[in-house]
């Protein structure tokens, strides 16, 4: 263990230490140091290395990282759960982006169990983080959206009903859950709240998703003839 840790302390002293390949090496050896070494520079390195590695769409050796940074917050004794929170949120997003969204999705509700009892506005964007996160996983791999829409109107009610990015972004993925689950008059009221609150907002991005997810809302609701089909009339 001491060796890693002189190793790791003499890697962060080299002029290539915000190299990728040099943060890895680094998160590796302050790892490798624990318990007895510094979990904080341990988590800091790898939860770095981690980001760096998603920009560079490597989702694998992030969700590596990622898993490195949550044992080394263990081996820290775990005193901030909104950070185990972010951790996990991240890790959740990785596994998607790598396809293993069953993982994913279990990993979502870990993030969402760890801050759900914090009572501050931080733990709360952090909670709807997960439950999009818990969302995208679901529906990629065609999985019914009922756990989905449990999740969602938990941040929902949570997010108040404020006008803010978090509250109409949850309300996008609220309307695809609910289609997916069949509840297409629900849904197509939560995608069309969503839209309306992203164009009050006059952010860009929240309305691009927003009219997305309301497209695909409106290519799930059944057309009158296929209602009436059936209906057996």
Known sequence: ARLHQRVATLLEGGRDANDMKSLAAIAHHYGAALPGGDASKA??????????AQGLFAYEEATRLFRM????????NGPEPLQRGTL??????????????????DTFVQAADAVRAVRTPEAIVLFARAALGFENASWRPGEPGSAAVRLLKEAHLELGSRDSVDGAR?????????ALS???????????????????????????????????VDFLEPTGLEMCIAKGE
Do not use: C, P
């Open 43 to 52: 988590l800091e390195y790898a939860r770095i290395a981690a980001e760096r």
């Open 69 to 76: 940074a949550l044992q080394a917050w263990e081996a820290g």
């Open 88 to 105: 996990l949120a991240a890790l959740g997003e990785s596994l998607t982006s790598a396809g293993e969204y069953l993982e994913a999705r």
């Open 170 to 178: 949850v309300l996008s993925a609220l309307g695809r859950a609910l």
């Open 182 to 216: 069949g509840v297409t008059v629900e849904a197509a009221r939560a995608s069309n709240e969503a839209i309306e609150m992203a164009r009050r907002l006059h952010d860009n991005a929240t309305l691009e998703m927003a009219l997305r997810m309301g497209a695909f």
